[in-house]
């Protein structure tokens, strides 16, 4: 089974910058899109940015012009560049993937969550 570990979280102020890293590992034949989620208590989990294999962005509009999602293929491996940052990003950030392993489909692998709290 598939292994994704988040880390880089942690508490900066108001207008700084974080960036967190998500690395896959284990038995991976291809990664089609690797993708960032938030989830701050009491709301539901949405989309911040996501990166195809081919090079395909995407972000949430409240995070556009903020966040930059990157990856290193060889290292199995996606980015999430955070500046400016607002007390509004405070959440769970937790790094998504959709990847083949040898014999079987896409499957959607999940990590446990990083915190990102940015007081005021």
């Known amino acids: 089974q598939v292994q994704l570990v988040e880390s880089g979280g942690g508490l900066v102020q108001a207008g700084g910058s974080l960036r967190l890293s998500c690395a896959a590992s284990?038995?991976?034949?291809?990664?089609?899109?690797m993708a960032w989620y938030r989830q701050a208590p009491g709301k539901q989990r949405e989309l911040v940015a996501a990166n195809t294999s081919g090079g395909t962005t995407n972000y949430a509009d409240s995070v556009k012009g903020r966040f930059t999602v990157s990856r290193d293929n060889a290292k199995n491996t996606v980015y999430l560049q955070m500046n400016s940052l607002k007390p509004e990003d405070t959440a769970v950030y937790y790094c998504?993937?959709?990847?083949?392993?040898?014999?079987?489909?896409?499957?959607?692998?999940w990590g446990q969550g990083t915190q990102v709290t940015v007081s005021s």
């Open positions: 284990g038995r991976i034949y291809s990664i089609n899109a």
């Open positions: 998504n993937a959709d990847i083949r392993s040898s014999g079987g489909g896409y499957v959607h692998y």
